[in-house]
């Protein structure tokens, strides 16, 4: 059975997502704040724990790791590393140069107008094409799948690790909720922080989850 404490990072670098965070503050920014913005983390809970959950139970047939099961993991582990190594040299290549502000994505400026349904697919769109999303909710599921866990217990596990991940947009909306003004205040900085900064957040944490991916397949392959 695998040491679960595994997801802990992996839930991590999905909470660290700029634009996600970015649209869910300008969400709680908007007129229907308090609808809107859980409608918003509801529908980016429903896609990290879908793909979580259908990864889990599709590879739970293959649990007692075996040695093909571990290189397979590590053939894996090395088309990670080279996607968000692809994807850290996309972000760097396209940041902003020469003191250029980073502008802000035209759906951010539609947000005030939405209903709580264009929200929540605002949600599922932020969750689905997020780069890092999708490959880490992949091997979350497949480190639940491969643990020896029952089909209940790595739904559940995978539910866990959803809210887990998800609270990079749940936590601000908590927030928001209380209605104190200071809280607002600092949303709206963060958010400006964000955008500003989201394409060097990206090309760090790219390059940290390239590096993480070698690491862990390299000696597995080596043996």
């Known amino acids: 059975m695998h040491d679960l404490t595994q997801l802990v990072p992996i839930a991590g670098a999905i909470i660290l997502s700029p634009l996600p965070i970015a ?3 300008a969400v709680l920014l908007s ?4 609808t809107n913005g859980f409608a918003y983390v509801a529908a980016f809970w429903t896609v990290c724990f879908g793909v979580t959950a259908v990864t889990a139970l599709s590879t739970a047939h293959v649990a007692g790791g075996t040695s093909q ?3 397979a993991a590590a053939v894996f582990g090395l088309v990670l590393a080279a996607a968000f190594l692809a994807l850290a040299v996309v972000s760097w290549v396209t940041r902003p140069r020469h003191g250029a502000v980073a502008k802000a994505p035209g759906w951010l400026q539609a947000i005030d ?3 709580a349904a264009r929200a929540f697919g605002l949600g599922i769109v932020m969750a689905l094409t997020n780069g890092k999303n999708i490959p880490l909710e992949l091997k979350a599921g497949a480190l639940i799948g491969t643990g020896g866990h029952g089909g209940a217990t790595a739904v559940a596990v995978a539910a866990l690790f959803a809210l887990g991940a998800s609270l990079g947009v749940l936590v601000p909306t ?8 200071a809280v607002t205040t600092t949303l709206a900085r963060l958010k400006g922080q964000l955008i500003a ?3 060097v957040i990206m090309t760090v944490l790219f390059a ?3 590096a993480v991916e070698l690491s862990n ?3 597995a392959l080596l043996r």
Do not use: D, E
């Open 113 to 115: 107008g939405m209903s």
């Open 31 to 34: 007129p229907k704040a308090r």
């Open 69 to 71: 099961h571990g290189t």
């Open 208 to 210: 940290i989850l390239a």
């Open 217 to 219: 397949a390299l000696p």
């Open 23 to 25: 649209a869910i503050i």
């Open 174 to 181: 908590l927030l928001a909720a209380t209605g104190i003004p």
């Open 197 to 199: 900064h989201n394409a």
